[in-house]
Structure formats: C-alpha cells, structure tokens
C-alpha cells in the first residue's frame, strides 16, 4: 500500500496517473475500463478542479483509490 498526500486537485490527479502507469493503460484504455471518456480522465489526472460528484468518487474507488479524512482532535478550550 502506497501512501500519498492529497491537499489539491493536482496532488490527487498525479496520484491517479501514477496508478494509470502502475497499470500500464493508456489514459484512453483507462478510461474504457472505467466507464469514463477519456477527456473527463485525462482533467482528472491534470488536476483540474471538479464537482465531487457520486461519479467522481465511484471513479476513484475503481482505481483502489480510496480518500480519507484526518481531523485534528480538537478541544473547546482550543476554540
């Protein structure tokens, strides 16, 4: 299991490439494979901003890419 950090559009569109070539695809093969078009992977992977929408988390999730959350422990007296 790879880690990465993910605080942008762009830090997840190179981690979704990496899996791409991981995967030795095309973004074109990939993208058939996923049910995606090809333009709707290749602005995933150049980081463009999206709507996180049901299918862009579905898309993920096909590719083993699986989002989690870190959040701070805070207290009221942090506040």
Not at 35 to 63: C, H, N
Request: hydrophobic fraction near 35%; charge should be neutral.
């Amino acid at each position: 299991m790879t880690y990465a950090k993910v605080d942008s559009a762009q830090s997840l569109g190179r981690v979704v490439r990496r899996v791409r070539l991981d995967l030795a695809l095309t973004q074109r093969e990939l993208a058939e494979r996923l049910d995606v078009t090809q333009r709707y992977l290749s602005e995933l992977e150049a980081g463009k901003p999206k709507i996180a929408d049901q299918r862009y988390f579905l898309t993920l999730s096909k590719l083993g890419i699986d989002l989690r959350a870190e959040v701070e422990d805070r207290h009221e007296s942090d506040t």
